[in-house]
């Protein structure tokens, strides 16, 4: 495979040095990809990243992952307004050891392949760093001209209601080329990639390689993604879309990529994916036969929920989705964990009612229109349970005189209420 084809067709080449393509074909070649470590989890963003160093990988050649551990403690300017909290080494480890969890679900770690993939963090090197050295061996061989010159400095000097850009976050650019001045002597790492925003970072480094050492490096950075509306992408109400299930849940991760506009899904399946280009045409094609299908959505959101969380996760999701179009029943209801019961009906009105009430067993007409408003009045109720228009957790109640129980209870804890075809309601033993 010819990595540089591969990504073009993708849409994920934004800029690459001349030579890239070249020095690709001639050897095995070591790049990075740089991620950084503020938080336990790797949210949809960095896959974009992660994906390249997959494909990389996939191409015979080798990944390195490093971990900003010294550069996460100072702040990159690079669409940053403010700079970041210093984390604390244990924080650091910990952060840094979650991460790589995740990695592996996308590269090899542990094989004896000459191209398996590592973790480093410029942490363990860049702490015994003085500072006397730094300036002596890294700063003389950068010009502040040349530093001056990058979009990311000028726009942040810029901002009239800006703060301005400290020392610290000036010197970035010097710190990340020394990452990649470590990785070029210890790894042989020869290119180094990452996001449109990181090209004067990246590119800084290649100029250190050349100028401290005479060496070639080379540099090659992905299409910031946006969403079609202009939006940002990977945000939604509730914040980031992370890997971690505890913090999205398989169903809301699974839903993001099932909801994606039709140009997004059809941009978006070419750079999360491993479908070829065969496939993804096909994809298309039936897209456009048949849009109200969403086959692109729904095969976006496999394979990548499958990548991420696995078959069984996937499944669970997809099962899940069916509960707010009438697709479910009883069992499969009570299939649910916690977490993805409250994703699925996030937004649906909420009743607290004491759990002892369920203990005595109580009538299904006093619950629903004394001890809750979910019906406004008694008669209501009975002339809607006569109507069969009344389900209790996915199970029609036909019995005006039924006692709702403990057993009725999902996960001992919920009853689903459904009012005809579209209103759902939710009470909550407490």
């Known amino acids: 495979m010819n990595f540089v084809e591969e990504l073009t067709w993708r849409g994920m080449i934004h800029d690459i040095t001349p030579g890239t393509e070249e020095q690709l074909q001639k050897e095995m070649t070591t790049a990075y990809v740089g991620i950084d470590p503020t938080a336990d989890s790797l949210h949809i963003g960095h896959l974009v990243s992660v994906m390249m160093l997959k494909h990389l990988q996939i191409a015979g050649h080798k990944p390195i992952v490093l971990v900003g551990g010294a550069t996460g403690m100072i702040g990159d300017p690079s669409g940053k307004s403010a700079e970041r909290n210093l984390l604390d080494e244990q924080t650091l480890r910990h952060n840094e050891a979650c991460l790589k969890k995740q990695l592996a679900k996308f590269l090899d770690f542990e094989s004896d392949a000459a191209n398996a993939a590592e973790l480093v963090n410029n942490y363990d090197w860049m702490k015994e760093f003085s500072f006397l050295e730094f300036i002596r061996d890294i700063g003389k061989h950068i010009t502040v001209n040349y530093m001056m010159s990058k979009d990311s400095v000028k726009r942040r000097l810029s901002e009239e209601a800006g703060s301005g850009l400290s020392f610290t976050e000036f010197t970035y650019q010097l710190v990340q080329g020394t990452d990649f001045l470590h990785l070029y002597r210890e790894k042989n790492c020869k290119l180094q990639m990452g996001g449109s925003d990181q090209w004067g970072n990246i590119t800084t480094g290649t100029e250190l390689i050349r100028r401290k050492v005479g060496g070639e490096a080379f540099a090659l950075t992905c299409p910031l993604i946006t969403k079609a509306d202009g939006g940002k992408f990977g945000k939604t109400e509730s914040g980031n879309v992370w890997l971690d299930p505890k913090l999205t849940t398989p169903y809301k991760f699974y839903q993001f990529w099932l909801n ?131 389900s209790l957790n996915k199970t029609r109640l036909t019995d005006q005189d039924y006692l709702v129980t403990g057993d009725d209870l999902i996960n001992g804890s919920y009853l689903l209420v459904q009012k005809g075809k579209k209103n759902y309601y939710v009470i909550e033993a407490v």
């Open 260 to 390: 994606v506009s039709d140009a997004d899904a059809e941009k978006y399946i070419k750079i999360f994916t491993l479908l070829s280009r065969d496939e993804v045409a096909a994809l298309v094609r039936e897209q456009e036969a048949a849009p109200h299908l969403r086959p692109l959505q729904k095969r976006l959101a496999e394979e990548v929920t499958c990548m991420v969380h696995g078959e069984e996760e996937y499944r669970r999701a997809v099962e899940a989705s069916q509960i707010l179009f009438g697709k479910a029943t009883t069992e499969s209801l009570a299939r649910l964990d916690k977490e993805t019961f409250l994703s699925v009906f996030e937004g649906v009105p909420t009743y607290q009612v004491a759990r002892a009430r369920f203990d005595a067993g109580i009538p299904v007409v006093e619950l629903l229109a004394t001890e809750t408003s979910a019906f406004p009045s008694k008669g209501e109720l009975r002339r809607t349970i006569k109507g069969n228009g009344l």
